[in-house]
């Protein structure tokens, strides 16, 4: 398979755009600025992993785990999951070219109208013809589809059987999973999904729409030079009007010295680093003299977003993934998720749920019975370590990913030179008891028993987790509100209240300015395509052969 990322010994000087990050909103700025013929360099501070390189087996997996918490540091700085272990809340988040996307279930969902309807929102982006041709755009690009067979698979069968305890139809749900095989808008041609559930760790088939695959590989191919093991820890200016991006060699990159601090400069600079590599590089940059907002750090959200599961019920639910090449003959798992309760709350969107049915991936198999002994079901979970995961109690095992609404007030800032999460409020957010009770309906329907957290015996405690971190640069209408404008660009604090740094933007899931109760992946997307558009029409450039579509092709391209 085609490498996408080259040598750090290759890196230039300077570029005219320098892209951190490789997720969905620097993945989109990548191809978008390639397109438009701009020298483009990505620099990414995980490993390109391709498509089969993915863990397989447990003992792939620990290399692949990075924690990191007050006390602790364990595993690679390059490792594929990277958990933070907080006082307050842990976090995991993706860590590799392509970002969450490798990891991610693909869940592609719209939020409410309602929740753009709130004032916290610009009103220029709010009531922008752009934001939807965004969505238009990432829809093309990310090709958010329903498996076909969706209502066959045990998983979703067995959220059917239990649903009526919430008196809510199950639907199926749109991931970016190719189906069939095809030539994606990038050219890349993608295998049809195997439906193995492995999505959550890593697609060895090709069959997720992953950054990599899509943004990425079209960055790549209009002439973006993109870089692994490259830490960027913070921007200064560079007295010409231009930025400087200092980074950081990683461990493990090919021909490069780790620890080296390497330095390049751009006009543009596009952070895409996440809520935490965005929020963390621009506390840092603040540090080093940048004026920003005082609100930077501010407003962090974890999208009201739990994993739980349901353990010794009497369906067959079949929720653990088989890999590919499958360890299993003869079974149908499915896309990791494949259907969801949706409950709407027609008074309150803040109260409104989704809850997703979800596959735990092959390679962790070997650990469930380790996890769930501190439950008191040794010998349950030694009738499954006899027979496979696939076969006894833990086929009875519900995985559920459930996502609403929190009040976003987290706080990330730097503690030394360690970025930290304080949100001492976190456990008691109302969220967590509306879950916890639809959930535990849903699991008592099948007869068996909620476990909101196999983990909480161990150094994981009793704190909430998520997977979904949002804010931190939040958008807002001037400096004394948000981190960024509605397109992106970073306020300069002690200049006018709206007065930005030239060549300065954010696009990822740190602009969020609240939780968005959907999946985040398809809009953090779509918001950074309608960042581009904006600044494509700014800085009177065009992106060649893209388009959102017919009609809704916005006037500046
Ligand atoms: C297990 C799991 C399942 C999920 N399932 C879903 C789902 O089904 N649907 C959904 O919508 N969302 C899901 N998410 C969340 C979703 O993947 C994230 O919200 C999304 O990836 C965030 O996109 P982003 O562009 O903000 O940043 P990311 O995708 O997090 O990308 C940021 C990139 O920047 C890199 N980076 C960070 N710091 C630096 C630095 N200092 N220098 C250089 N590079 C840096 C990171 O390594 C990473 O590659 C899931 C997440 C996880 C972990
Ligand atoms: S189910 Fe398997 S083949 Fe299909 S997208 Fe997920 S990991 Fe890839």
Same mark, same amino acid.
């Given at each position: 398979?085609?490498?996408?990322?080259?040598?750090?010994?290759?890196?230039?000087?300077?570029?005219?755009?320098?892209?951190?990050?490789?997720?969905?909103?620097?993945?989109?700025?990548?191809?978008?600025?390639?397109?438009?013929?701009?020298?483009?360099?990505?620099?990414?501070?995980?490993?390109?992993?391709?498509?089969?390189?993915?863990?397989?087996?447990?003992?792939?997996?620990?290399?692949?785990?990075?924690?990191?918490?007050?006390?602790?540091?364990?595993?690679?700085?390059?490792?594929?999951?990277?958990?933070?272990?907080?006082?307050?809340?842990?976090?995991?988040?993706?860590?590799?070219?392509?970002?969450?996307?490798?990891?991610?279930?693909?869940?592609?969902?719209?939020?409410?109208?309602?929740?753009?309807?709130?004032?916290?929102?610009?009103?220029?982006? !709010?009531?922008?013809?752009? *934001?939807? @041709? %965004?969505? #238009?755009?990432?829809?093309?690009? &990310?090709?958010?589809? $329903?498996?076909? /067979?969706?209502?066959?698979?045990?998983?979703?069968?067995?959220?059917?059987?239990?649903?009526?305890?919430?008196?809510?139809?199950?639907?199926?749900?749109?991931?970016?999973?190719?189906?069939?095989?095809?030539?994606?808008?990038?050219?890349?041609?993608?295998?049809?999904?195997?439906?193995?559930?492995?999505?959550?760790?890593?697609?060895?088939?090709?069959?997720?729409?992953?950054?990599?695959?899509?943004?990425?590989?079209?960055?790549?191919?209009?002439?973006?030079?993109?870089?692994?093991?490259?830490?960027?820890?913070?921007?200064?200016?560079?007295?010409?009007?231009?930025?400087?991006?200092?980074?950081?060699?990683?461990?493990?990159?090919?021909?490069?010295?780790?620890?080296?601090?390497?330095?390049?400069? !751009?006009?543009?600079?596009? *952070?895409? @680093? %996440?809520? #935490?590599?965005?929020?963390?590089? &621009?506390?840092?940059? $603040?540090?080093? /003299?940048?004026?920003?907002?005082?609100?930077?750090?501010?407003?962090?959200?974890?999208?009201?977003?739990?994993?739980?599961?349901?353990?010794?019920?009497?369906?067959?639910?079949?929720?653990?993934?088989?890999?590919?090449?499958?360890?299993?003959?003869?079974?149908?798992?499915?896309?990791?998720?494949?259907?969801?309760?949706?409950?709407?709350?027609?008074?309150?969107?803040?109260?409104?749920?989704?809850?997703?049915?979800?596959?735990?991936?092959?390679?962790?198999?070997?650990?469930?019975?380790?996890?769930?002994?501190?439950?008191?079901?040794?010998?349950?979970?030694?009738?499954?370590?006899?027979?496979?995961?696939?076969?006894?109690?833990?086929?009875?095992?519900?995985?559920?990913?459930?996502?609403?609404?929190?009040?976003?007030?987290?706080?990330?800032?730097?503690?030394?030179?360690?970025?930290?999460?304080?949100?001492?409020?976190?456990?008691?957010?109302?969220?967590?008891?509306?879950?916890?009770?639809?959930?535990?309906?849903?699991?008592?329907?099948?007869?068996?028993?909620?476990?909101?957290?196999?983990?909480?015996?161990?150094?994981?405690?009793?704190?909430?987790?998520?997977?979904?971190?949002?804010?931190?640069?939040?958008?807002?209408?001037?400096?004394?509100?948000?981190?960024?404008?509605?397109?992106?660009?970073?306020?300069?604090?002690?200049?006018?209240?709206?007065?930005?740094?030239?060549?300065?933007?954010?696009?990822?899931?740190?602009?969020?300015?609240?939780?968005?109760?959907?999946?985040?992946?398809?809009?953090?997307?779509?918001?950074?395509?309608?960042?581009?558009?904006?600044?494509?029409?700014?800085?009177?450039?065009?992106?060649?052969?893209?388009?959102?579509?017919?009609?809704?092709?916005?006037?500046?391209?």
């Amino acid at each position: 398979m085609r490498r996408l990322a080259r040598s750090l010994r290759h890196v230039r000087p300077s570029y005219d755009a320098v892209v951190v990050g490789s997720g969905y909103g620097g993945g989109v700025a990548a191809a978008r600025l390639a397109r438009a013929g701009k020298r483009v360099a990505v620099l990414e501070r995980g490993r390109e992993i391709a498509v089969g390189e993915f863990p397989r087996r447990f003992s792939d997996l620990r290399h692949d785990l990075q924690l990191s918490g007050r006390h602790a540091r364990l595993g690679s700085p390059t490792g594929l999951y990277d958990v933070r272990l907080g006082e307050h809340m842990h976090i995991l988040v993706g860590c590799g070219l392509g970002g969450g996307s490798l990891i991610n279930a693909g869940v592609a969902l719209r939020p409410d109208p309602r929740v753009f309807a709130d004032q916290v929102w610009p009103r220029e982006l !709010a009531h922008d013809p752009l *934001l939807e @041709a %965004g969505f #238009l755009a990432a829809a093309r690009w &990310l090709r958010p589809a $329903r498996d076909p /067979g969706a209502y066959e698979r045990s998983k979703l069968q067995a959220l059917r059987r239990v649903s009526t305890a919430l008196a809510v139809e199950p639907v199926a749900a749109p991931v970016t999973v190719s189906f069939q095989e095809i030539v994606n808008p990038a050219g890349v041609t993608q295998p049809a999904c195997t439906l193995c559930g492995d999505c959550c760790g890593g697609c060895n088939v090709g069959a997720k729409n992953t950054v990599a695959l899509t943004y990425l590989s079209d960055a790549a191919a209009h002439g973006a030079h993109i870089f692994t093991h490259a830490k960027v820890r913070h921007l200064t200016r560079d007295g010409t009007g231009g930025w400087q991006v200092h980074f950081a060699v990683q461990p493990g990159a090919p021909e490069a010295e780790a620890e080296t601090l390497l330095t390049v400069s !751009a006009n543009l600079v596009v *952070l895409g @680093a %996440g809520t #935490l590599g965005s929020t963390e590089i &621009l506390l840092r940059s $603040r540090r080093e /003299g940048l004026a920003l907002s005082e609100r930077l750090g501010h407003r962090f959200s974890a999208n009201g977003d739990i994993i739980a599961f349901g353990w010794g019920g009497k369906l067959s639910v079949g929720a653990i993934g088989i890999g590919a090449p499958p360890k299993l003959k003869d079974c149908v798992v499915g896309a990791t998720v494949s259907g969801q309760i949706e409950i709407v709350d027609a008074g309150d969107v803040g109260k409104s749920l989704t809850i997703q049915e979800g596959a735990l991936p092959s390679a962790m198999a070997p650990i469930l019975p380790v996890l769930f002994l501190p439950n008191g079901r040794l010998l349950g979970a030694l009738q499954s370590l006899i027979s496979g995961v696939y076969q006894g109690p833990f086929a009875g095992l519900q995985t559920f990913f459930a996502v609403s609404h929190d009040s976003a007030s987290g706080q990330l800032w730097l503690e030394g030179d360690r970025l930290e999460l304080h949100w001492p409020g976190a456990r008691d957010e109302p969220v967590y008891a509306r879950l916890d009770a639809a959930l535990e309906a849903l699991v008592r329907q099948a007869e068996g028993s909620y476990v909101k957290n196999p983990l909480a015996g161990t150094m994981m405690g009793h704190q909430p987790a998520t997977a979904h971190p949002l804010g931190g640069c939040g958008i807002g209408r001037d400096h004394h509100e948000g981190v960024v404008n509605h397109k992106g660009q970073v306020f300069a604090a002690g200049a006018g209240a709206n007065d930005v740094h030239v060549g300065l933007y954010v696009m990822d899931g740190s602009i969020m300015p609240r939780s968005l109760g959907a999946n985040p992946l398809l809009t953090i997307t779509a918001l950074a395509e309608r960042a581009m558009l904006h600044m494509a029409h700014d800085h009177g450039f065009s992106f060649e052969g893209v388009s959102t579509s017919s009609e809704a092709q916005p006037a500046i391209m």
